[in-house]
């Protein structure tokens, strides 16, 4: 069974920073990328980066660009997001999603691990 | 980035009826690279329908999806009680990949 176990709820300071970890289980890891999504609450979804575990070529979405850092540890399986500068908009809940290219075929985002809240407040 | 936008926005139907869903996007969308998710209070998004109409793992065949280019529909054939819940869809084939704005689908 395909698991991503993701890190408990965080509550941060405007201007912290946050690392969220995502560890998965069930099926080899290097063949996968680990996308990041996050929701606000009461809203819609919003991609924010991903990471190939082999490349280690990472992509992000521009309003995020020098703010989120995707990194990995292929060794224990697990893939951290780290968001620093935070304000109280990014309050939401932080899923990591696999996701990659399976023999040239772009794969879409699945599964899903249970989130990860990140509350903004000071 | 490509845009996707969903239609309607909240569509209010009773158990039995049929439901459709529009996704329209700014581009075409490449190899029909998209999907469609379904999410429920309190839980994460589940993959419904990728790619050319398939479905993930234990999804019903009374979901199915038609279209290419830039618009596509998600059709749920007869709604069942469990299938009332928020619709996302989304392109995977270019980054960023980017999400519908949403479709709650309500019991009338």
């Known amino acids: 069974q395909v698991l991503l176990e993701q890190s408990g709820a965080e509550v941060k300071k405007p201007g912290a920073s946050v690392k969220v970890s995502c560890k998965a289980s069930?099926?080899?890891?290097?063949?996968?990328?680990i996308n990041w999504v996050r929701q606000a609450p009461g809203q819609g979804l919003e991609w924010v980066g991903w990471?190939?575990?082999?490349?280690?070529?990472?992509a992000y979405a521009q309003k995020f660009q020098g703010r989120v850092t995707v990194s990995m540890n292929t060794s224990i399986r697990t893939a951290y997001m780290e968001m620093t500068s935070l304000r109280s908009d990014d309050t939401a809940m932080y899923y990591c999603v696999r996701g990659g290219v399976w023999f040239g075929e772009p794969l879409p985002l699945d599964p899903w691990g249970q989130g990860t809240l990140v509350t903004v407040s000071s | 980035e490509i845009v996707l936008t969903q239609s309607p926005d909240t569509l209010s139907l009773s158990p039995g009826e049929r439901a459709t869903l529009s996704c329209r996007a700014s581009q075409t969308i490449s190899g029909r690279y998209l999907a469609w998710y379904l999410q429920k209070p309190g839980q994460p998004p589940r993959l419904l329908i990728y790619?050319?109409?398939s479905r993930a793992t234990g999804i019903p065949d009374r979901f199915s999806v038609s279209g290419s280019g830039t618009d596509f529909t998600l059709t749920i054939s007869r709604l069942q009680p469990e299938d009332f819940a928020v619709y996302y869809c989304?392109?995977?084939?270019?980054?960023?990949?980017?999400f519908g704005q949403g479709t709650k689908l309500e019991i009338k």
């Open positions: 989304q392109q995977y084939g270019r980054s960023p990949y980017t």
């Open positions: 790619g050319a109409s």
């Open positions: 990471m190939n575990p082999i490349s280690g070529d990472t």
């Open positions: 069930g099926y080899t890891f290097t063949n996968y990328d």
